[in-house]
């Protein structure tokens, strides 16, 4: 208990350059961990007037690919976007990397889930890590880079990776659009596009140990954070 009531902040900050707007974007992270092993991330982005709306506000990590098993509640149980997300359900889901994804002819960012409380990603004993979010969040799990997906021109060309797992927790996303495919409404609609200028967003990274223990913490930092 006394260790619990520990805490040790660090804050760090930066900015994403281009070529021809400086700055671009400038982030600012804050890690607060306490004794009990709770890492929160409190993230915060300033977009330049310049700056193109971007695709995805959020950060990437990676975890070991024994951690397998995914777990999470939120909307599923397939694939889904904050325009298509009308015919998924809120609720707990089990998945595995492979089946988290969606592999599309041409490679490309995909295996998204709206509005995720939490996600956990554990070993076959039940052990691992849980991300838990103050709002809901967006998430997706690849077992590729983001690179990777980039470069490759063809499912068959995806490199997985060796002995990891790419994590993406999203504050949002913008939309999948296509209302149709050779105008400006090939874009999401208005609602669904990132066109504000300051973003923030805070989750918790614990530790968890069965499924029991990650339904319970999920549920309590959720709703205290």
């Given at each position: 208990k006394q260790l619990a009531e520990y805490k040790t902040v660090?804050?760090?900050?930066?900015?994403?350059?281009?070529?021809?707007?400086?700055?671009?974007?400038?982030?600012?992270?804050?890690?607060?961990?306490?004794?009990?092993?709770?890492?929160?991330v409190d993230y915060k982005l300033d977009i330049s007037d310049r700056m193109p709306e971007p695709l995805r506000v959020g950060l990437q990590t990676c975890v070991p690919n024994t951690l397998e098993r995914i777990a999470y509640f939120g909307k599923g149980p397939q694939e889904n976007y904050s325009d298509r997300c009308e015919g998924a359900f809120l609720g707990l889901y089990r998945s595995t990397p492979e089946k988290f994804m969606h592999s599309y002819i041409t490679p490309q960012e995909n295996g998204n889930r709206c509005d995720v409380r939490w996600l956990s990603l554990t070993a076959s004993d039940g052990r691992g890590v849980q991300f838990v979010g103050a709002e809901p969040l967006s998430v997706s799990v690849w077992n590729c880079t983001q690179e990777?997906?980039?470069?490759?021109?063809?499912?068959?060309?995806?490199?997985?990776?060796?002995?990891?797992?790419?994590?993406?927790?999203?504050?949002?996303?913008?939309?999948?659009?296509?209302?149709?495919?050779?105008?400006?409404?090939?874009?999401?609609?208005?609602?669904?596009?990132?066109?504000?200028?300051?973003?923030?967003?805070?989750?918790?990274?614990?530790?968890?140990?069965?499924?029991?223990?990650?339904?319970?913490?999920?549920?309590?930092?959720?709703?205290?954070?």
């Open positions: 660090l804050a760090l900050s930066g900015r994403a350059e281009n070529i021809s707007v400086s700055p671009a974007a400038a982030p600012t992270v804050t890690y607060t961990l306490d004794g009990a092993g709770a890492l929160a990777s997906l980039d470069k490759a021109r063809h499912s068959n060309e995806v490199e997985p990776l060796a002995d990891a797992l790419t994590v993406n927790i999203d504050r949002t996303q913008t939309g999948v659009g296509g209302t149709d495919t050779w105008s400006l409404k090939a874009r999401p609609s208005d609602q669904y596009r990132l066109l504000e200028k300051h973003y923030a967003c805070r989750f918790t990274i614990i530790p968890c140990n069965g499924e029991a223990e990650t339904i319970r913490n999920g549920r309590s930092l959720f709703r205290n954070q």
